[in-house]
């Protein structure tokens, strides 16, 4: 039995058009256009292109993108006093300090300025705290992407057993955290768990947040599991080519043939980083602009 294929890239364009549709409604609700205003320091290749298709996808929704660009040599004074002015922007509503940031730089402090109303990757210890309380919030984008692919192929995850691999403050810890208040029974595991393959092998729901290629192998899963690559590995470059393979933590072919059904690496969960990261800024301008907006509605 062959697993079914989950299209994050679909689920996240039909995300983005809803992104668009609300933008609109925000801008004649407020009087203006939602903000997302995007900081990148130096010129890191891969950054530079985050940071462009962000800022593409923002205007294709409908709100206005600030891109701040500043030199590699900036000091941090003078970029927390660049986040300062963001916070107290009024037409700025979320806020994106690309990371990583240049080593001279604190980068936890400079996360830590961002206002957590305007912390649309979700990773101030304000927005952490409210995850954990179950209180309102922006949650990181990753994980939040990754759980509306399980609640649209899976309905209630209540009961469910869950095994995230990977700790880490953008995906491990919050994906854990977003499973438990779907009353899932959540394991985490990391680099010193014991007999791994036999922890993931109790769950129906299988996170894989490592960043090592195909790891996690067909005998791990246990029949009937949904699985969820979050990994993004690119493989050494074949013979006659200059670019490598993309894959993810999981072994795609090996886990098809267990499980029920696997997101794919491209494909999956990447595309919808950058479609929760419009959603996120657009329920945090609903939310600082005081405009109305159902729970759940995006
Ligand atoms: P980190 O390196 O911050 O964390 C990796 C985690 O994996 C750690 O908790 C580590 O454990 C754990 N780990 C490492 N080796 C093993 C092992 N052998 N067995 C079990 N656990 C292990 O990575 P991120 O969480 O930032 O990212 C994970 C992956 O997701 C990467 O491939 C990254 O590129 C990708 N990613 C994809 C995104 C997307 O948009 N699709 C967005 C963000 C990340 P320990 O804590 O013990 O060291």
Sequence with gaps: MSAEVIDGKAFAATLRVRVAEFAATFEQSAGRKAGLAVVLVGDDPASRVYVASKGKATLECGMNSFEHKLPDDTDQATLMALVDRLNADPLVDGILVQLPLPKHLDEQAVVERISPDKDVDGLTPISTGRLVLGLPGLVPCTPLGSLMLLKDRLGSLSG?????????????????????????TVTIAHS????LPEVVKRADIVVAAVGRPEMVKGNWIKPG??????????????????????????????????????????????????????????????????????????
């Design 192 to 195: 010193r768990t014991k007999n």
């Design 225 to 298: 599991a949904t699985v969820i690559d979050v990994g993004i590995n690119r493989l050494p470059p074949e013979e006659g080519s200059s670019k490598g393979r993309l894959v993810g933590d999981v072994d795609f072919a090996e886990a098809m043939a267990v499980a029920s059904a696997v997101t794919p690496v491209p494909g999956g969960v990447g595309p919808m980083t950058i479609a929760v990261l419009l959603r996120n800024a657009l329920v945090a301008a609903h939310r600082n602009a005081a405009v109305a907006l159902a729970d759940g509605a995006i």
């Design 160 to 184: 469910l057993d869950a095994v995230v691999i990977g700790r880490s403050i953008l995906v491990g810890k919050p994906m854990a955290q977003l499973l438990l208040a779907e009353s899932c």
